[in-house]
């Protein structure tokens, strides 16, 4: 029996590495832990049934009455029930997040191995402080007003879904500014019975207009508004969006691309944002989640737009979904109709980019970018997300041609390695002051009150995640694996880092610069970064669903705090969907 019964065990311990782990280390702790459970369980199955052989086997033996079977097997399920009520009950209760909490401290604190400094609470300079003193004084050269309003979109076939929209239109308006600009940005919030901020995705402002309440400043309420104020220094492709609820608001249309130029460049007709958006997972909608609803900008379905042949194109391609539609998905993109180049990633120009041929995939996890340039010939050009095929962008010289949806098994782009190196100010043979290493994982268990799939970073979910502690100028190196089923668009917030390898290898084509790095299954990255923007910056999955249920960590800087406080009783809900 016991054989059979062992096999079984094994079976289970199987199908729980096939589903819940991936080839990622560490491997040794996976390999001591099943095969551990295996041999207590066939040692316990072992002593129970050589106990039942010794009082069954002998002359006089009697197997038991069928009452007691019967008294003993309603006890059991008796048991086992109370068991797993109670642990249901507790679960709930025990996990539950404090209606107030301080996001800039954490017990978990990882000083990567450089010197140690006392709790970020015990620190002298706020984050309130952090506004980037005289580089942001004087007249500003760009103004802009977002103000908040609930509204109506349709996203296709006739469907419409109730939405919240930044100045009563979906994306918002797409903010454009130029490099050294000083921007002032006046959030207004009309929205009844709601708080929301505005987080600028991938531009380095001062952390105290970084927008996440409870963490930089506190979330603007219904009739009141609040102003940002920051210098412009990169030049490139971004977003921004509320990062109040942020899985919910986001869902809800409460984002716009953010564009800057170069120095004194003009706005040119045929450089466009595109903002693509996936509206399955708004939960009160009249969509299927099984569907998909792809938006390009405003329309559902085929959007068109008249652009003369021979002029240079430069779609600034924005993935604006909070999820994907599953979770091992990466948003992946085509451009048919002609050949292209992939100009930039991630706000930061590509070196050297080479031709690549029409059909290509784009891979852009939510939350990054991709621009694509190229010469617009006289037949219409096609982007598609092949989430939707049904969906896309269609560029013609007279603007109402339609095009083919393209085929799904064009060739891969590798980012890491496409264009040409160049120098770096650090690279992998650099002497770090810290090194940090981050495993993403992900399992079944409770999290603020409920039952739900967690997704782990070093098996914790926030607020018992670490928080990376540097001092100003340290240059920090961050290994990462994922070691779950998802994939894990890595954003963090105020810094760009430089990725070194993947799975091992180097990093051989132009220099890779970003601020959101898609952590597929199994694949394992190293990243470094210049701590040189002090603060207390969110690091956390971009794929918001993971967010909301545990994926959420810091980078803190020695000596800085944060007198704001989150937790639904101080009104600061970075994360979730509370309003679902």
């Known amino acids: 029996m016991v054989p059979i019964q062992a096999v079984g065990v094994a079976g289970l311990l199987s199908e729980y590495m096939l589903m819940l782990l991936r080839p990622a280390p560490p491997y040794t702790s996976n390999a001591l832990a099943v ?55 507790v679960g709930l209760a025990v996990t539950r997040l404090p209606g107030s909490f301080d996001m800039s401290h954490s017990e978990q604190m990882d000083f990567g191995g450089g010197p140690e400094s006392g709790p970020a609470h015990h620190g002298t300079v706020s984050v309130a402080d952090l506004t980037g003193g005289a580089d942001v004084t004087g007249k500003p050269d760009k103004s802009f007003t977002l103000t908040a309003v609930k509204t109506r979109l349709t996203v296709g076939a006739g469907r419409t879904v109730d939405t919240w929209a930044y100045n009563g239109q979906v994306p918002g308006p797409t903010l454009t500014m130029n490099e050294g600009d000083l921007v002032e940005v ?4 009309q929205i009844p019975d709601a708080a929301l901020t505005v987080h600028w995705h991938g531009l380095d402002v001062p952390n105290s207009q970084d927008g996440v309440p409870g963490v930089t400043q506190d979330a ?9 104020r920051f210098r412009v220094h990169q030049v490139g492709t971004f977003w921004y969006h509320s990062h109040q609820s942020a899985y919910g608001q986001v869902d809800r249309g409460l984002y716009g691309a953010l564009v800057a130029l170069p120095r004194g460049a003009s706005p040119d007709p045929y450089d466009m944002a595109v903002t693509v958006h996936d509206w399955k997972v708004l939960k009160k909608d009249p969509l299927s989640r099984t569907e998909s609803a792809v938006t390009f900008d405003r329309a559902g379905g085929l959007t068109r737009r008249a652009v003369p042949a021979g ?12 999820a994907a539609l599953s979770d091992e998905v990466t948003p992946t993109f085509v451009l048919t109709g002609t050949p292209f180049r992939v100009a930039a990633t991630d706000g930061t120009e590509i070196n050297q980019p080479g031709e690549l041929p029409a059909g290509t995939r784009i891979p852009v996890g939510t939350g990054g970018r991709a621009d694509l340039t190229f010469t617009m010939p006289d037949g219409p050009v096609r982007l598609t997300d092949l989430e939707d095929p049904n969906a896309g962008l269609v560029l013609s010289p007279d603007g109402t041609a339609s095009a083919p949806a393209p085929p799904a098994d064009g060739p891969l782009f590798e980012r890491w390695t496409y264009g040409a190196p160049a120098p770096t100010p650090f690279g992998a043979k650099s002497t770090f002051d810290r090194q940090f290493t981050l495993v993403l994982d992900d399992r ?5 009150g409920q039952f739900v799939g967690l997704r782990t970073i070093n098996g914790k979910v926030f607020p018992d995640t670490p928080m990376l502690m540097v001092r100003e100028g340290d240059l920090a190196k961050i290994t990462v694996a994922s070691r779950g089923h998802a994939s894990h668009p890595m954003h963090l917030h105020g810094h760009q880092v430089l990725v070194l ?16 790095l898609e952590v597929r299954p199994g694949d394992s990255y190293e990243m470094a970064f210049r701590a040189n923007n002090p603060g207390i910056w969110m690091d956390h999955c971009h794929n918001l669903h993971h967010a909301a249920t545990g ?30």
């Open 444 to 448: 079944p268990g409770f999290y603020d």
């Open 311 to 322: 002029r240079q194109v430069r779609l600034r391609v924005v993935v604006t979904s909070s």
């Open 35 to 89: 095969n551990g459970i295996l041999l207590v369980v066939a040692g316990l199955l072992w002593w129970r049934q050589t106990r039942r052989q010794a009082r069954l086997g002998g002359p006089e033996a009697r197997p038991p009455r069928l009452v007691f079977r019967l008294v003993r097997g309603v006890a059991g399920l008796a048991l086992t029930a109370a068991v797993v009520t109670g642990t249901l009950v």
């Open 186 to 189: 006046t959030l207004i919030n």
């Open 551 to 580: 994926m959420v960590m810091h980078l803190g800087y020695e000596g800085v705090t944060s007198p704001y406080r989150a937790g639904r009783g101080t009104g600061n809900t970075p994360e979730g969907d509370d309003d679902h």
């Open 220 to 228: 603007v309420r219904t009739g009141q508004r609040h102003v940002y």
């Open 501 to 516: 390898s993947k799975n091992g290898t180097p990093v051989t084509g132009s220099p890779w610069w970003t601020d959101t």
